[in-house]
């Protein structure tokens, strides 16, 4: 079955530099999440998308911008990264109500 | 908010059961799942209780008690592959995820 595919699956940035990290949802998924996980931490919900508008906003800093495409693909994009903002990042996607499915996940390193 | 407890560690031996608790306070309720994680890896969804009760799934079974804000994930016949990383997550009527810390259980042979 189809899963959730999310590229790059490895980044390196330096200080300052925008970041710009991709999710395709299983298909016929209406709605997208995004998660940040940092070492030994649970994933933290940043915000969601359902049929490409803005469903919720958790915990995500206001340098970090998303947006879900016609084709329901997600785009998270970052700027002005920062140390702290090496994680991994994960997307999920699901029917509305239903099971969330975890993409592999971005892991993202700034020097 | 969401408030969700789970113990932090815990060790077994191959073959034997293992039940990971978990304890939320919520502001709202739609649902309590439990996802597995590898070190490094997704959490991949293991099963899901929004009526109490329990839900068996083959070796994985999950119980719920939502007047204690309680569940259980009960794992039988452990073996070395299910040394992970096991996530309590209460889901809002909102439909966001909010996790628990995670339980990591060890499978020693």
């Known amino acids: 079955a189809a899963g959730v595919i999310q590229s790059p699956r490895h980044l390196i940035k330096e200080k300052r530099e925008t970041a710009t990290l991709k999710c395709y949802p299983i298909?016929?998924?209406?709605?997208v999440y995004w998660y940040q996980q940092g070492p030994g931490q649970d994933p933290q919900f940043l915000i969601s998308?359902?049929?490409?508008?803005?469903?919720d906003k958790g915990s995500i800093p206001d340098r970090f911008s998303a947006q879900q495409f016609s084709d329901y693909h997600s785009e998270l994009n970052m700027s002005s990264l920062e140390l702290g903002d090496s994680a991994l990042y994960f997307c999920?996607?699901?029917?509305?109500?239903?099971?969330?499915?975890f993409g592999p996940g971005t892991r993202l390193l700034v020097l | 908010g969401q408030n969700i407890d789970q113990p932090t560690e815990m060790t077994a031996t191959e073959g034997a059961i293992v039940q990971i608790n978990c304890t939320y306070q919520?502001?709202?309720?739609?649902?309590l799942f439990w996802y597995q994680q590898h070190a490094g890896e997704a959490p991949t969804f293991l099963s899901y209780?929004?009526?109490?009760g329990l839900e068996e799934k083959g070796r994985f079974s999950s119980f719920l008690s939502r007047s204690k804000g309680y569940s259980y994930l009960l794992l039988k016949e452990l073996q070395m592959k299910d040394s992970a990383s096991y996530l309590c997550?209460?889901?809002?009527?909102?439909?966001?995820?909010?996790f628990g810390a995670g339980t990591t259980v060890t499978v020693r042979a």
């Open positions: 998308f359902y049929e490409k508008m803005q469903s």
């Open positions: 298909p016929r998924h209406d709605t």
């Open positions: 919520t502001s709202g309720f739609n649902g």
């Open positions: 999920a996607s699901s029917t509305t109500q239903e099971t969330q499915y």
């Open positions: 209780n929004v009526l109490d």
């Open positions: 997550a209460v889901r809002a009527p909102n439909y966001k995820l909010s």
